[in-house]
């Protein structure tokens, strides 16, 4: 989405950066001397502001958007459609800026949110891919809470705005997309429950007002969206050729539980086209889903200067005009960028829309405002109007974002006698790699400055003595500097690589064309290895999966760790994990393909389903039948764990009203519904017990193979829980398991289906049948 950079698509990207530091100078000049926050209705100063219906916080919502849209002309309303909000000083409204980011923590991507002396940095999470390798719903609010407690408190001293557009719940369909790193992964019940629980862990007031808003987050990027820049095609001209079963299957269930579960306050539509229509033109997608069948309260917004690319890039009309009232036709209610603003007069002068259109988009966005308290004068005399500087960056929220990277960190190969690595016993340490010690690698994009960096090597020499060699230049490794790195692996107990990516090889507008390591980091990790006395650690530090096959195969590698990008602790967290003050129980959240897949599967692909008679593999865990490297999934501990089925059913029984056909036919599905589904659910107990001599976490993952029926998955997951056992001891995991929800499948046609026949459901090697009949 809309990263500053991007407003402009056609700029060479090597341009980007200075561009965007440019335009963020530039927007937020506005704010620089500021240091108190932007409001309507300050009856404060102007107590002639109390007569006006909007600013009385005693009537409805909708009565106080009413009241104000009845009092603008067409130019103010037109000046509401965009994201550089415009000011109406005879009715005390302020300019506003819509456009801030909190992807993991407030960030300085967009003109709403700067940094300044009053609040030099904020907490830095890991990014959002190895969060979600946690598994952990809970974390995922908590999470939230801390981003939307430091974003009111920078709002609070004028440095921030109250909308957010965040999270981004894309499905990671293809290892190579350059934003795979942003989003929770690539299963959609995972993406689900991450979008569900980050955007209550925004939104969620604590005074317990079901309406209002902490701050209002923005599920993006809607929908299909998972191509930045491949091999010449980039996002700006991508026709996402989709079946209806894989959209309503894969690509919107995120958006639909965003939507219904998270209540989330906005929906942000992408710059690709979707079989043929660009997502912010297209009314089935806006109006008839998102507002119709999903019933979103709040706004949908543009990715930034989406119109203009359907315009000019995609030709998509033949006037500026008909391109505006499309937009507003199809139900976009805010412009990230200026193109509403330009030619929606034109466009209502011209017939194309109504000025009622523009009235129930600007009514959609004022609500929003409203239910923010941005139209209830003084914030200072508000729930959240005591929040400030030094609610930011606090301990608590710093000693989160060291759990939340522990939580998530993957252990993916260990052999016996390598981790954890003895404090005591070990008094040398080489630590080599382009990542070992490095500080903004560890947070990714769409960040904001981080309250203080913890670097890999930071966090091991904190435990033990090290020597340190960097061995690669940067990440891209032209030519790796083998002799240095190889003597001190040589005298060393233990040696620690540090390797894989950062934003110069997977990013926003850069997608891999290969997954293997960049240049010569497998010479490096291949000499260091053979050179090296003690036990060998690779870490990789990436946000997309890597073809990292030599290293597992090598038996002098004792040890792997994935750790995505892991925010402002990293290396705290990751010194954590290797001395084993903290049992590892991540999971990776996608697939880890060998490099000859991408070798045969276009990234422009869109199906998920594999086709035997093209070759095609198909995508993710839940439809590829090739080989990986490793798997969603899969994650080690340093403990053993049991599990055992204490209660599942054996048979499920459907009720079915007289005279239905599937009494006298052989049916293989029926359909999803509503008097069907009600209460037709049963309880799934496992015992888990912790075998081994070390406490932690245990990450339980019900996994379901629903019978072949409909091109269904060959597995998808139907649950996840984290649980914390002390050495020796067992806990009981429960399971709901919802028939109409969990144990149907999507149909050719896009509609749900009960399957008829055995489920086989599995818990790591656990695994049981159950029949499913009527």
Partial sequence: ??????????????????????????????????????????????????????????VGIDLRVGDLVKRLTLQEKISFLVNTAGSVSRLGIPKYEWWSEALHGVSYVGPGTRFSNAVPGATSFPQVILTAASFNTSLFQAIGRVVSTEARAMYNVGLAGLTYWSPNI?????????RGQETPGEDPLLSSKYATGYVRGLQQRDDGDKNGLKVAACCKHYTAYDLDNWKGTDR??????????????????????????????????????????????????????????????????SDCDSIDVYYNSQHYTKTPEEAAAKALLAGLDLDCGSFLGKYTEGAIKGGLVDE?????????????????????????????????????????????????????????????????????????LAVIGPNANVTKTMIGNYEGTPCKYTTPLQGLTASVATSFQAGCLNVACGTAQVDEAKKIA???????????????????????????LPGQQQLLITEVTKASVGPVILVIMSGGGMDISFAKNDSKITSILWVGYPGEAGGAAIADVIFGYYNPSGRLPMTWYPQSYVDKVPMTNMNMRPDPSKGYPGRTYRFYTGETVYSFGDGLSYSSFSHHLAQAPKLVNIPLEEGHVCHSVRCKSL???????????????????????????????????????????????????KVVLTAQTETMVRFKVDVCKDLSVVDEHGSRKIALGQHVLHVGSLKHSLNVRI
């Fill in 671 to 721: 359909d999803v519904v509503e008097q069907r589904c009600q209460n037709l659910g049963f309880d799934i107990h496992l015992r888990v017990k912790n075998m081994g001599k070390m406490g932690g976490s245990h990450t339980v993952l019900l996994f379901s193979s629903p019978p072949s029926i409909h091109n269904s998955p060959q597995k998808h997951l139907l649950g996840f829980e």
């Fill in 356 to 428: 009622a259109a523009v009235d129930k988009a600007i009514s959609n966005n004022f609500a929003t405002l409203m239910r923010l308290g941005f139209f209830d004068g003084d914030p200072s005399k508000q729930l959240y109007g005591k929040l400030g500087p030094k609610d930011v960056c606090t301990p608590e929220n710093q000693q989160l974002a060291r759990e939340a990277a522990r939580q998530g960190i993957v252990l993916l190969k260990n052999s016996p006698g390598s981790l954890p690595l003895s404090p005591t016993a070990i008094k040398s």
């Fill in 170 to 178: 894309n499905i990671f369909r293809d290892p190579r997309w350059g």
């Fill in 1 to 58: 989405m809309a990263s500053a950079q991007n407003r402009a698509p056609k700029v060479p990207v090597l341009l980007c950066f200075s561009i965007s530091f440019a335009l963020l100078s530039l927007s937020s000049s506005r704010v620089s001397g500021q240091s108190s926050p932007v409001f309507a209705c300050d009856v404060g100063s102007n107590p002639a502001l109390a007569s006006f219906g909007f600013c009385n916080t005693s």
């Fill in 490 to 516: 040589a005298s060393a107990d233990a040696t620690v690589l540090i390797m894989g990516a950062d934003l110069s090889i997977e990013a926003e507008s850069r997608d891999r064309v290969g997954i293997t």
């Fill in 236 to 301: 700006y001209h991508f026709n996402a050729v989709v079946s209806q079963q894989d959209l309503d299957d894969t690509f919107q269930p995120p958006f639909k539980s965003c939507v219904i579960d998270g209540n989330v306050a906005s929906v942000m539509c992408s710059y690709n086209q979707v079989n043929g229509k660009p997502t912010c033109a297209d009314p089935d997608l806006l109006a008839g889903v998102i507002r119709g069948e999903w019933k979103l309260n709040g706004y949908i917004v």
